[in-house]
Nanobody
Framework: VQLQASGGGLVQPGGSLRLSCTAS????????IGWFRQAPGKVREGVGC????????VYADSAKGRFTISRDNANNTVHLHMNNLRPEDSAIYYC???????????????WGQGTLVTVSS
């Protein structure tokens, strides 16, 4: 499977964005898709993940209550809906694939290119 992330941009604090991770290749439905982000000078951190069907999403504490991950299997796409964005959410966001389950970071073996999110007034 190959992944491509899109949807980043500039948004004001309190605003919303929807990122998309579109996959090509076979067996898309067998993969869990995780979202990660990395801000300048900081280590990469997980944001959330959605498992293969039956889909179940988990979130980092920083994302709970503000971010939602959804699958659109018909279009081989996973969305990261981000609401109430804060300046500290500014980062390059990446999506990555792991087989079936949202597991350890090391299990995400396929990565898309990042998309930049900037939260600023």
């Amino acid at each position: 499977v190959q992944l491509q992330a899109s949807g980043g941009g500039l948004v004001q604090p309190g605003g919303s964005l929807r990122l998309s991770c579109t996959a090509s290749g076979s067996a898309w439905a067998n993969y869990a898709i995780g979202w990660f982000r990395q801000a300048p000078g900081k280590v990469r951190e997980g944001v959330g993940c959605i498992s293969a069907e039956p889909a179940h999403a988990v979130y980092a504490d920083s994302a709970k209550g503000r971010f939602t991950i959804s699958r659109d299997n018909a279009n081989n796409t996973v969305h990261l809906h981000m609401n109430n964005l804060r300046p500290e959410d500014s980062a390059i966001y990446y999506c990555a694939a792991a087989l079936k389950y949202c597991s350890a970071d090391k299990d995400f073996t396929t990565w898309g290119q990042g998309t930049l999110v900037t939260v600023s007034s």
